[in-house]
């Protein structure tokens, strides 16, 4: 049986600011993938948030970019917003960016990530999964810990040491500043690991959207949800907050080895209070709200496996362990440091990645008052009592 993985998440509203979706909202979701599962559109699903983030995370049979599938999880962001804006709740709507798409809701504003495959092969009799939910950041922030885990031995022995892995992968990379149409290109690793590398160094540009297995070439092993807000609706609305699935074991990579880039490196990303820091993303157990001083970009990742029927194991959450304790502390005071620098040089992002406009228009006002100062004059020698002529 062929099936596909669909994760897709939104911000459709939240009490008391950008904190999580209410325990309504939540309600809401939950009823839509019951009712969805019980008339057999859906084969399994389950809902979660990161921050105020919701996402479907579905198993069904009607392949990616599937447009049922992807109105079932439009209108189910259009009842949850109904549901924001009767609790009178912030941002209701928010990453619902265009009027009534009528098919693939790829592009009009929520996080689409998907991946299909065939169930449970002879090269591989079990499928697991992993599905990674970011929020207060950008798409980009997936590019190094892929480049780790997917191109560095230093970070990842499987590449050595297992037979499939070491056959390479294809990676896909887009560039997101195209709007018009999908601009992508396909990188081979390991041999082009540093025309890899030279791309992803500038998430906020280009971002691994996928990467499929060589020595398997039709199983895909990652998909990102790579697409930016701004290209969408012309002006930002906040940060992407993309989604990922991460399939592993047997022929991909262990769990222990796709964990691995978070527990070590502390990734500094654009993101924050008001999208508009540069921040280390906080690795954060699932159904976590946004609560602390600083809006951290935050990470959850849940692993599932699949049966037979292609229903979902039960749900193991991966940084509710008390090893991300020792992660978590060391983020937060590597933010703090950054936060101290107030908002000088790259303690913010960059111009073109400021969520408000806010510093637009104090540019545009600077730019206005200043004039081109008279030349001076020039000495006519450089011995003294030379003299001075003019300019």
């Not at 195209?178 to 396909?186: E, I, K, L, P, S």
């Not at 160094?201 to 199983?219: G, K, L, Q």
Request: charged residues 20%; contains cysteine; hydrophobic residues 40%.
């Amino acid at each position: 049986m062929r099936v596909t993985l669909s994760a897709i998440k939104a911000d459709t509203g939240s009490p008391a600011g950008h904190t999580k979706p209410s325990d309504g909202m939540i309600a809401a979701a939950q009823q839509a993938v019951q009712s969805a599962r019980a008339r057999g559109f859906l084969l399994d699903g389950r809902v979660t948030y990161t921050g105020d983030d919701l996402c479907l995370t579905m198993v069904h049979t009607h392949g990616s970019g599937s447009d049922p599938v992807h109105q079932f999880a439009w209108r189910t962001f259009l009842e949850m917003t109904d549901v924001a804006k009767q609790e009178g709740l912030y941002g209701a709507g928010q990453d619902l960016l265009v009027d009534a798409p009528s098919g693939n809701i790829r592009g009009a504003g929520p996080g689409v990530a998907e991946i299909s495959f065939e169930l449970l092969p002879k090269h591989r009799p079990a499928e697991t999964f992993m599905v990674w939910t970011g929020d207060k950041c950008a798409p980009g922030m997936f590019n190094l810990p892929m480049y780790l885990l997917f191109a560095d031995p230093m970070h990842n022995g499987g590449l050595l040491l297992s037979p499939d892995l070491y056959k390479g992968f294809t990676a896909t990379v887009i560039d997101m500043n195209h709007a018009a149409a999908d601009r992508v290109t396909q990188i081979q690793l390991p041999e082009e690991h540093l025309l890899l590398a030279a791309a992803l160094r500038n998430p906020d540009r280009f971002a691994v959207e996928s990467i499929h297995s060589r020595a398997y070439p039709d199983e895909q092993i990652v998909s990102v949800a790579a697409t930016r807000l701004h290209n969408i609706k012309g002006v930002y609305t906040g940060k992407d907050d993309p989604c990922a699935i991460v399939r592993t074991q047997r022929i991909f990579p262990a769990p222990e080895e796709v964990l691995e880039p978070w527990l070590t490196i502390d990734q500094i990303v654009t993101g924050d209070c008001r999208g508009s820091h540069n921040m280390p993303i906080m690795p954060a157990p699932i159904n976590t709200a946004v609560t602390g001083a600083y809006c951290f970009p935050i990470i959850s990742a849940v692993g599932y496996s699949l049966n037979g029927d292609g229903k979902l194991s039960e749900a193991i959450d991966f940084f509710d362990n008390p090893i991300w304790d020792g992660v978590r502390a060391r983020v937060q005071a590597k933010g703090a440091d950054l936060r101290r620098q107030g908002f000088f040089g790259v303690a913010m992002a960059s111009q073109e990645e400021q969520a408000y406009t806010g510093l637009q228009e104090r540019d545009q006002e600077l730019d206005g008052r200043f004039s081109l100062r008279a030349p001076q004059p020039v000495l006519a020698g450089r011995g003294e009592g030379a003299a001075v002529t003019a300019g």
